[in-house]
């Protein structure tokens, strides 16, 4: 421990050493290396008779210089160099058969092993080694027999191309292709194979198939894993939790029924059709995403989107009961709205005995959506003039009348210059607001939840986006109100975008896709009070509560359960 003391005290009295990580230039790395000589002399070899680095003493200054030539030599170069200084230090044979003697020198100066190995920078195992080559009379480092020879049980590029061709064609049958990768992900679109479909299976029908070529091929279980994960990367066995499109499957199963070529074809090519309407949907909310980003902090444009998730329940515990999985718990409703741009999400979150119709019903339905999000507009200072709007495909909460006629009352009365609606296709509806949705499930599944403190709790730290807003809106009867103003618009389900502005009040500019043409509807009933009726709103809605069948079974059912500091919060007690 002393040594290793004088090491560091010594080193650190070296002013030219520079600090870690910085670059060394020559003079620098003299310095290093004369500190390090310094303290190997001071040290010594620590035999017993003398110390076998004062001979050097003399010889300071060229020992540098060596020391300092070979930091710059690479490995093959350095062996070789102390190979021969090794080799010009055996001493001749004596005896027959006897081991074989080295007597080591440096600049002229006879060393101990110790010396020579320090000095050098080798090792036991390197100095070994080479002492056996040097008595074996080679002059060069031999080189590894393996060394630019391809091994014998190496796949041939026959082989791994009818494997990917067999994967491919495999996939083209019996996958389901999605529009686009996975969010942050710059991959291939990956194609979904059904999760019956073993490995296994897939390699016994490839070795078959590979046997009727001429020649025949065969391939290993191993190599046919190893060329699936490196050539068809995009093409995957799902689990059986994945989520695909009902409408991808029902057409992936024509393709497997098909009988005939022809019918085959076109099952194939409606499938193309619909994954390419997809990812074209797919394209346009990224690209509408980056839009909004683009912008400056000035701009009067933001892009939102908006959905229900899962209903949560209370009691929630790490621990769950086993009694308490067959009951129905109380139940909280979120519905959350993502600014994508400002990674911001308002998750609102109402019990059930809250909602506008008894017992939670009516919980998704136009009133509630539009109540929440008439909140979220007027009460967001992050919410823009200019509006574009990304939600799922739900006739019952987002694509109905209401909901037009509602984006429409707002341009016409002033609150918005403009608003564009867009819907994602059936099966391909993954958003920004799953995301967030996912990471408040996150947070709910590791954390003891009884109270709806305890809910806004695990939303408000599941995420910094995540913000919860609790019940302290009103609820409208926005779809009577509306109705006054605006009528249906005829086939509203074949569209999928939808825009409004105050320069045309009443009229819905509706296209089927992106790029599709426009058609342009105007649903307003002609009724001159719209232009002031911003400060009318719609009859207030009451929350219904909880009937009195509902209030006994969870007071007999599901109180038991819950913590015993709960239960005087809990409303229905």
Not at 352 to 359: K, L, R, S, V, Y
């Amino acid at each position: 421990d002393s040594d290793a003391d004088e090491i560091y005290d010594s080193a650190s009295d070296a002013d030219d050493i520079p600090a870690f990580g910085q670059p060394t230039s020559d003079e620098q790395l003299s310095a290093i290396i004369e500190a390090e000589l310094r303290d190997l002399i001071s040290i010594g070899c620590k035999c017993a008779q003398q110390n076998h680095y004062t001979g050097l003493e003399s010889q300071r200054e060229d020992l540098v210089g060596l020391m300092t030539s070979l930091r710059d030599l690479d490995k093959r170069s350095f062996e070789q160099y102390v190979l021969g200084e090794i080799a010009a230090s055996l001493l001749p044979l004596t005896t027959a058969g006897a081991e074989r003697r080295f007597r080591y020198s440096i600049l002229g100066v006879s060393v101990r092993a110790k010396v020579f190995k320090d000095v050098h920078g080798v090792g036991d195992h390197t100095l070994k080694s080479l002492k056996k080559i040097a008595a074996s009379g080679t002059a060069a480092i031999p080189q590894h027999g393996n060394v630019r020879v391809a091994p014998h049980n190496i796949l041939s590029a026959e082989t791994v191309t009818q494997t990917v061709r067999f994967l491919r064609g495999y996939a083209n049958i019996h996958g389901l292709p999605q529009p686009a990768a996975p969010r942050g992900r710059s991959a291939a679109p990956p194609i979904y194979l059904p999760a019956s479909h073993k490995k296994t299976d897939m390699h016994q029908q490839c070795v078959e198939a590979l046997a009727q070529l001429d020649p025949p091929v065969s391939i290993g279980y191993t190599s046919f894993r190893k060329i699936w994960k490196h050539h068809v990367p995009d093409v995957r066995v799902m689990t059986p939790r994945t989520d695909v499109c009902a409408h991808c499957d029902r057409l992936r199963a024509g393709v497997s029924m098909a009988k005939t070529e022809e019918d085959t074809l076109a099952a194939m090519e409606k499938l193309r059709e619909h994954t390419e309407l997809a990812g074209v949907e797919r394209e346009f909310y990224k690209s509408s995403i980056a839009a909004a980003a683009c912008e400056s902090r000035d701009s009067q444009y933001s892009h939102h989107t908006f959905d229900f998730a899962q209903q949560l329940e209370l009691p929630a515990h790490t621990r769950q009961v086993g009694p308490l999985y067959f009951l129905v718990k109380y139940r909280v409703q979120l519905f959350g709205i993502a600014e994508e741009a400002r990674r911001e999400q308002w998750n609102y979150l109402f019990a059930e005995h809250q909602a506008i119709g008894p017992d939670g019903s009516k919980a998704h339905g136009p009133n509630c959506v539009i109540s929440m999000f008439h909140h979220y507009l007027e009460s967001n200072e992050g919410v823009k003039r200019v509006l574009h709007l990304h939600a799922d495909n739900c006739s019952g909460q987002n694509k109905n009348k209401t909901m037009l006629a509602y984006l429409s009352w707002r341009c016409a009365t002033g609150l918005s210059d403009g608003i564009t609606l867009s819907f994602m296709r059936v099966g391909h509806t993954r958003c920004a607001v799953d995301g967030y949705f996912g990471l408040i499930k996150q947070k709910w599944r590791k954390s003891e939840n009884d109270t709806l403190a305890d809910v806004e709790e695990a939303v408000n730290t599941s995420a910094a986006p995540n913000r919860a807003i609790m019940h302290s809106w009103t609820w409208y009867e926005w779809d009577t109100f509306l109705a006054t103003y605006y009528k249906p618009l005829k086939g509203i389900l074949k569209f999928q975008h939808f825009s409004v502005s105050k320069d045309c009040p009443g009229d819905v500019v509706c296209k089927q896709s992106p790029e599709s043409e426009a058609v342009t509807v105007n649903i307003s009933i002609g009724n001159p009070e719209v232009q002031s009726s911003s400060a009318n709103l719609p009859s207030v809605l009451n929350p219904s509560g909880l009937s009195q069948g509902r209030r006994e079974y969870l007071q007999r059912k599901i109180a038991p359960f819950f913590s015993d500091s709960a239960l005087d919060s809990l409303p229905w007690m």
